[in-house]
């Protein structure tokens, strides 16, 4: 992690890759905090194997009644989603997210809320906007 740099090194991803994240102002004011708290060479978030998150999360879930879903899941649709619902570009949010497939991206991935309802505002802010 280089908090300085705003980004973090993920180690051999399922791609066998590894591959730099960029994260945002306020991730990295969190990741501050908790580094001031934390051991010298402790992990960030303390779990011994990457399946101890889902562990934690299927636990929750269990207690709280939802349907379970992996970290994995959750996170890039997440991602996926919110990138898009801000209006940046499928190309832009595909490279920033790792995808390499736009198929796998818009058939999986990308879910817009209420699309039919954006659209019909978009237009009728440009209609509105070229009416002047």
């Not at 990295?28 to 998150?53: M, N, T």
């Not at 801000?86 to 879910?111: C, E, H, P, Q």
Request: aromatic share 8%; proline share 2%.
């Amino acid at each position: 992690m280089d908090l300085v740099g705003r980004t973090a090194l993920l180690v051999k991803t399922k791609t066998e890759r590894n591959s730099t994240r960029y994260l945002t102002d306020q991730l990295v004011a969190r990741l501050y905090q908790l580094s001031e708290i934390a051991e010298p060479d402790a992990r960030v978030f303390r779990y011994k194997c990457r399946h101890s998150v889902n562990e934690r999360i299927q636990a929750v879930c269990k207690r709280a009644g939802l349907t379970y879903k992996p970290s994995h899941t959750c996170g890039r649709h997440a991602f996926a989603n919110n990138t898009l619902a801000m209006g940046m570009d499928i190309k832009s949010i595909m490279d920033a997210g790792g995808w390499r497939s736009a198929a796998v991206f818009l058939g999986t991935y990308a879910n817009p809320r209420n699309a039919g309802r954006v659209v019909a505002d978009r237009h009728n802010l440009y209609l509105f906007e070229n009416e002047l």
